[in-house]
């Protein structure tokens, strides 16, 4: 199993970071949050962090200074939350090296998204979101986040059905197959109960894009960015 991604919030409005790490770490990533730049130095002299966060509890020179002694090649991607006046700080951190500056008052859902968007450039989370019609699914934490802004969880049997699903994109399933690859959470596993399950997770994951193919199984048809 992949290690998993270390985000550092560094100095990070309270409110912020409780929310913050709690939706990071539903999805799976190991999220360190310290408040003093003593501390923050001592957390980044190690190895292993792949994207900071710097609040804007900390003057933007102290930010700016921690991004020039830990970022660059090599380290790990910044992030830094500025006010909204702050144009030649915004415009400084950038020309520093930045790989994000994001204002405040900011939406923990936004800021999420663009470190979601730096580990995948990073290549930390590749191949565990699947984008779908109406939802994103993170495989690693099992988590369906709607369009809506609502949030499901997928039961291990479900991941497993999905996977198998996406391993064998376009192909027809029989009953067999799904029973062999992905078997239910209970010993109730055959025959119509596979339609049950089939109708549940396209229900929770909200698409057409899982099919009955009558007389002989289900298939998943892709959206277009899963195309070959």
Same mark, same amino acid.
């Given at each position: 199993m992949a290690a998993r991604s270390i985000i550092a919030l560094v100095s990070v409005a309270e #409110? #912020?970071? /409780? %929310? !913050?790490? %709690?939706h990071l770490e539903r999805r799976g990533h190991d999220v360190r949050a310290v408040r003093q730049p003593w501390e923050a130095e001592s957390l980044l002299s190690g190895n292993g962090i792949d994207v900071v966060v710097v609040g804007d509890s900390l003057s933007q020179a102290e930010g700016r200074d921690l991004l020039k002694r830990h970022g660059g090649e090599g380290g790990p991607d910044f992030i830094l939350i500025c006010r909204p006046a702050d144009l030649i700080d915004k415009v400084l951190a950038l020309e520093l090296g930045a790989a994000d500056v994001v204002e405040s008052p900011l939406n923990v859902r936004e800021l999420a998204a663009r470190i979601g968007g730096l580990l995948a450039r990073r290549g930390r989370n590749a191949g565990e979101l699947v984008v779908l019609e109406n939802a994103t699914v993170d495989l690693r934490s099992a988590m369906v986040m709607h369009r809506s802004g @609502?949030? $499901?969880? !997928?039961s291990p049997g479900q991941v497993a059905l999905l996977? !198998?699903? !996406?391993?064998?994109?376009?192909? #027809?399933? @029989?009953? %067999? %197959? *799904? *029973?062999?690859?992905?078997?239910? $959470?209970?010993a109730d596993a055959f025959d119509r109960s596979i339609d049950s399950r089939i109708v549940r997770l396209r229900r929770k994951l909200d698409t057409e894009t *899982? /099919? /009955?193919i009558r007389g002989a199984g289900y298939r998943f048809d892709p959206p277009t960015q899963f195309a070959d």
């Open positions: #409110v #912020v970071a /409780t %929310d !913050l790490a %709690d @609502t949030e $499901e969880q !997928l996977r !198998l699903f !996406l391993a064998r994109p376009r192909k #027809v399933l @029989t009953r %067999d %197959d *799904i *029973i062999a690859a992905a078997p239910a $959470e209970n *899982i /099919t /009955t």
